[in-house]
């Protein structure tokens, strides 16, 4: 099975990206299974926790929607709706952040924000280079908002202690 060109490759990157994708819904549906099975009513973190294998896993799911050419009118849809799947993943993260320390936390947050920034400025270059810069800036702003839960903890568990 050799490979003659890239394009002989791009089926299997695209499985690749799928799988990891899948992977990731897979274990947040998991979360939402689990959580309603104990009447929680938050989503405990028990399959997609923060940790660096799922921030693998998300860099793996949003390869394909980065690296894709932007010249077809398709590829503008699937790029808004991996901006949605990324801030959906992020969502699901919000309540594994109170159960870090502050160490553990702040790694993990920084690890996340250079990952999520790489997505962000690469696909924001890309929707300028189309002129479809000004309909994707809403799609972008949900993204800040896990960062700024992941700041105010620290300091909302220190208020929660005195």
């Known amino acids: ?6 394009d002989d490759a791009m089926p299997w990157v695209g499985l690749y990206t799928a799988v990891a994708s899948l992977i990731c819904t897979i274990a947040m ?7 309603v099975w104990q009447w929680k009513l938050w989503f405990p973190n028990k ?3 923060l ?3 799922t921030i693998t896993l998300i860099a793996i799911a949003m390869k394909l929607p980065v690296d894709l050419d932007p010249s077809s009118d398709y590829v503008y849809s699937i790029k808004i709706i991996s901006i ?3 801030v959906t993943m ?12 502050d160490k553990e936390l702040l790694m993990n947050t920084v690890a996340l924000a250079i990952l999520v920034m790489t997505v962000v400025v690469n696909m ?3 929707f300028y280079t189309l002129a ?3 309909t994707a800036i809403p799609f972008i702003f949900p993204i800040l908002w896990p960062f700024s839960v992941a700041l105010s903890i620290s300091t909302i568990r220190k208020k929660a202690r005195t």
Do not use: E, K, R
């Open 84 to 86: 949605f799947f990324l």
């Open 47 to 49: 399959f997609f926790t």
């Open 132 to 134: 479809y810069f000004y």
């Open 124 to 126: 924001g270059i890309q």
């Open 1 to 6: 099975m050799g490979w003659q060109s890239p």
């Open 51 to 53: 940790n660096a294998a």
């Open 90 to 101: 992020l969502a699901n993260f919000l309540s594994s952040f109170g159960l870090m320390d």
């Open 29 to 35: 549906a998991l979360d939402v299974i689990h959580a």
